[in-house]
């Protein structure tokens, strides 16, 4: 067992605080871990100081594990945030150094671990969600733009109904249209067969027919 690793470990938590922060929280205060973890400067925040090293000498201590992206996956699940600053041109977290900090985790401010609480993302939290993600949005703007919603909705259901009128009228005068089609197509039959009658009748194979209607007294005669 690491040197003071053992003392640390029975340090007593309230029940209330979640068993990984309290492990936490005691493998942070360690001194005799400081070269893996310890508190940052202005003790609001904690430093990881060898990935690697931390991995394998520490973790299976307090966690009964060696995985590090386990353990970065808890620390985000309550809401602890990876800290990020310049140094030397590179990103703390693109090196064996890692910083992660939250609003309740501050050092000699013990009684504040009860407050940290594991994210929950079911349905039943998500006016939770929204409060935590959009906080500048008062109840009056969200009022706001849920009436515009619903008058857009409206307009649309408007838009719907009359396209759906336009429809049925353009079908109507689709039917109107075809309908006039093949009336005009059997009065131009009936017209044809009339002329095709009258031109028999006038002239039937070739022969002389005198047509002689009576118009107003004068005899009319119609010949090749």
């Known amino acids: 067992m690491m040197p003071g690793v053992d003392m640390v470990m029975h340090l007593q938590m309230?029940?209330?605080?979640?068993?990984?922060?309290?492990k936490?929280?005691?493998m942070v205060e360690n001194p005799d871990t400081d070269g893996l973890i310890s508190w940052s400067e202005g003790g609001t925040s904690f430093c990881i100081k060898n990935q690697s090293e931390f991995a394998r000498s520490l973790l299976p201590y307090y966690y009964k594990h060696s995985n590090m992206a386990s353990f970065v996956r808890q620390l985000n699940m309550y809401d602890f945030h990876k800290v990020l600053s310049v140094e030397a041109g590179a990103l703390k977290g693109e090196k064996e150094e890692m910083e992660f900090a939250h609003s309740y985790f501050t050092q000699g401010q013990e009684q504040k671990l009860e407050q940290?609480?594991?994210?929950?993302t079911s349905a039943r939290t998500s006016a939770g969600f929204k409060q935590q993600f959009l906080p500048s949005l008062s109840s009056e703007k969200?009022?706001?733009v849920l009436t515009e919603v619903g008058q857009l909705k409206e307009r649309q259901e408007d838009l719907d109904g009359r396209l759906e009128v336009m429809k049925t009228e353009n079908e109507a005068l689709w039917g109107?249209?075809?309908s006039l089609r093949q009336r005009h197509s059997k009065q131009q039959k009936i017209v044809n067969k009339l002329i095709q009658f009258l031109v028999a009748l006038v002239q039937p194979r070739g022969?002389?027919?005198p047509f002689q209607p009576r118009m107003s007294g004068v005899t009319l005669a119609i010949e090749d």
């Open 14 to 22: 309230p029940p209330s605080v979640p068993a990984f922060i309290a």
């Open 24 to 26: 936490l929280w005691k």
């Open 116 to 120: 940290i609480k594991r994210k929950v």
């Open 142 to 144: 969200v009022n706001e």
């Open 176 to 178: 109107e249209v075809i």
């Open 207 to 209: 022969r002389k027919r």
